[in-house]
């Protein structure tokens, strides 16, 4: 497959404050001169991928490259998590650019020079380590950001945080608080709520070069469940002697189903009921005690979400019921609703056009995928966009998708997504100081 390494600018950003210092020509070639900076942090770190809250050597050489610019700097916030804080020369609004830096339980199929070789145990089982999600080049894109906009200190209005998210993909055990909210949670903005947050996520479902996004909501809820069935253990040849959760488990899989396919509009607002594992019994002739059904609920309204755990709650306790067995069950919140700030949406897309060109981009559809980027919308209005990641030559529809093993970046994303991100904060500092 053709790649390409360049970015090759298609529009040009007309700035609301002429304070910033520097012309849009003039950032499009720093922009070019950092890139191949950018690509090596992006490859090392593909190389050298860390699970969600054990990124030490990530975390280590973000800190270390904040340090060098001159910020100050927190670290082991949520564990691994790095915080910069760059403090512009003229008074203005603070804001946050986030960035995830989390890898995946998945042993890498790409066949790069600088394809991963690692592996560890994740919740008991050996696997691989990729980064199949493209954290690695949300990381380098930040840092490189984080490096141009440092070079304008004196002339921004305001103060920029630096977020360097951990376990965006999930913690170590089930339960656990995620990245995001653990941030949160542990003072990442004491020092000072940001009036935006802003942040960016490769998209293999988009060619390189155009990016998109939506106003309003753009990613789903995202709830984890796990479904405990008790029943009676007994031999395989003598059912009647027991309480066959398998059975149970069987009915509630299909009943699961009938929730979605059956009662719930779901023309009004889309819902997604996927069961993930079921797992019971060691032995081909043994019923076993008890059952674990796991599985993940996708919803887009918070009343139609309530409605069908209600329903999911109510219909595992009768099947289990009706066969002398027991049923607990537990929603575990992994990600808040995605939701784009309506007003903070419609003056960041006016930047992407003006840096990109209108053609490079697209409104994005709703997406039942979720990302607990969604917790900084507690704290603030946020803005969220997607920066193509398929080469040019490959329809997008057949690229391997995130989160594959064969997720393949187009490293001409970098280039974008330095450029459009650090065209977003620039706007936020001078064009909200100009009003």
Not at 57 to 68: F, N, P, S
Not at 300 to 317: H, K, N, Q, Y
Not at 370 to 395: M, N, R
Not at 423 to 435: Q, T, V
Request: aromatic share 6%; with cysteine; net charge negative.
């Amino acid at each position: 497959m053709r790649r390409s390494y360049t970015w090759i600018r298609a529009g040009l950003l007309v700035l609301a404050c002429a304070g910033n210092g520097a012309g849009a020509a003039d950032l499009d070639a720093e922009v070019n001169a950092l890139l191949p900076q950018v690509t090596t942090w992006r490859r090392d770190f593909h190389q050298h991928p860390e699970l969600g809250a054990q990124e030490v050597r990530t975390a280590g050489i973000v800190a270390e490259h904040l340090r060098g610019l001159g910020m100050e700097v927190r670290t082991g916030i949520a564990v691994t998590g790095v915080a910069g804080v760059l403090k512009g020369g003229r008074p203005g609004p603070r804001i946050a650019l986030r960035a995830d830096m989390d890898a995946l339980p998945v042993t890498e199929e790409t066949g790069l020079p600088f394809a991963s070789t690692v592996r560890t145990t994740y919740r008991g089982q050996p696997v691989g380590v990729m980064h199949a999600c493209g954290h690695d080049a949300h990381t380098a894109i930040l840092m490189g950001v984080a490096q141009l906009l440092a070079a304008r200190r004196e002339q921004l209005a305001g103060e920029v945080v630096f977020v360097f998210q951990p376990a965006e993909e999930g913690p170590p055990e089930p339960g656990m608080p995620f990245g995001a909210r653990l941030m949160l949670d542990e003072g990442l903005f004491t020092d000072g709520k940001p009036d935006a947050v802003y942040g960016l996520h490769v998209w293999a479902a988009l060619p390189v070069g155009k990016v998109g996004y939506r106003s309003g909501p753009t990613m789903a809820w995202s709830d984890e469940w796990v479904l405990t069935l008790k029943g009676a253990q007994t031999h395989g040849s003598r059912p009647w002697d027991g309480n066959d959760p398998l059975t149970v488990a069987a009915q509630v899989q299909l009943a699961f189903q009938s929730i979605i396919a059956r009662q719930i509009d779901i023309v009004r607002s889309p819902v997604v009921l996927t069961t993930g594992s079921i797992q019971g019994g060691v032995r081909f002739n043994i019923i076993p005690e008890q059952v674990l059904m796991t599985g993940t609920l996708r919803s887009f309204d918070e009343g139609v979400r309530e409605d069908v755990i209600a329903r999911m709650r109510r219909t595992a306790d009768g099947l289990a019921a009706a066969q002398g067995a027991k049923a607990e069950f537990r929603i575990d919140t992994n990600a808040p609703l995605t939701r784009n700030d309506p007003a903070l949406a419609e003056r960041s897309g006016a930047v992407l056009r003006q840096t990109l060109g209108t053609a490079q981009v697209v409104e994005m559809p709703l997406l039942t995928i979720a990302e607990d980027y969604s917790q900084y919308a507690t704290v603030a209005p946020t803005f969220f966009y997607f920066v193509g990641s398929t080469a040019a030559d490959t329809p997008p529809r057949q690229a391997a998708p995130n989160h594959s093993p064969r997720f393949l970046l187009d490293e001409g994303a970098l280039g974008v997504g330095v450029r459009t991100l650090t065209a977003l904060a620039l706007e936020a500092l001078d064009g909200e100081a100009s009003r």
